[in-house]
């Protein structure tokens, strides 16, 4: 891991679907250690948690996850998330997979609501209920033994040789932009078009890949 990666090491990612059997689009927040290692997601619907998880198993090439935000704690992370959620209204849009805002996580003590925003909070909390255990394993911060593991794990993973071009690398990097992706793949599926995310600063739509660099936390019309 970098230097940035160490000051920023949680992330808002977007997942892009190149299937037929789900929308194109998924957006969510983790550690930039987890992304980069593979992680796409996790969906918890019923609509498509079980689509999910099936092409995920069977069609991993069709897969493709960016990262388009990097922060420094899990709560930002969350923050962020939920910003980018309401933004794109991913619970309503054909475009998601989202079927839940990550809003209702967030606490907004002495903020006053509109009540469009208190619907969505609503809409987005139906049929996703969690146990009270659940509840208290979120909130328990994870130990330093629980860090040393993942960090142990993350440093067992075997390198991958991309039969292309021969490039040698980590898993959840080289998937990216090797394998079936590879630009020697002469079979090499297209590249969907790009996504475009709205700076909540500026209001200037940009695509995700030069959205960090000048908008969100960086934009110049950031009070």
């Known amino acids: 891991m970098n230097i940035y990666q160490e000051q920023l090491p949680y992330c808002v990612y977007l997942t892009i679907y190149r299937g037929n059997k789900m929308p194109p689009f998924y957006i969510g927040s983790t550690s930039v250690v987890k992304v980069n290692a593979g992680y796409r997601g996790s969906v918890d619907s019923d609509e498509y948690r079980d689509v999910w998880k099936s092409e995920l198993s069977d ?111 980590d898993p959840g990097v080289m998937s990216r932009w090797h394998f079936d992706n590879c630009k020697h793949n002469p079979d090499a599926p297209s590249r969907p078009p790009k996504t475009m995310v709205c700076c909540i600063y500026c209001r200037y739509e940009i695509d995700t890949a030069n959205f960090v660099r000048h908008h969100d936390n960086n934009c110049k019309h950031k009070t």
Do not use: W
Request: glycine share 4%; charged share 35%; with cysteine.
């Open 59 to 169: 069609n991993p090439h069709l897969f493709k996850t960016v990262i388009v935000s990097y922060t420094s704690t899990r709560e930002s992370a969350y923050d962020r998330e939920g910003k980018f959620h309401e933004l794109l209204d991913v619970v309503r849009s054909q475009l998601y997979i989202n079927r839940s805002s990550s809003s209702f996580r967030f606490d907004n003590t002495g903020k006053t609501l509109t009540e469009e925003h208190r619907n969505k909070i609503s809409e987005s909390s139906t049929g996703h209920k969690k146990s009270e255990e659940t509840k208290k394993r979120m909130k328990k911060p994870k130990t330093d033994d629980h860090n040393k593991k993942n960090s142990e794990a993350r440093s067992k993973v075997e390198s991958v040789t991309c039969p292309y071009c021969d490039k040698v690398g």
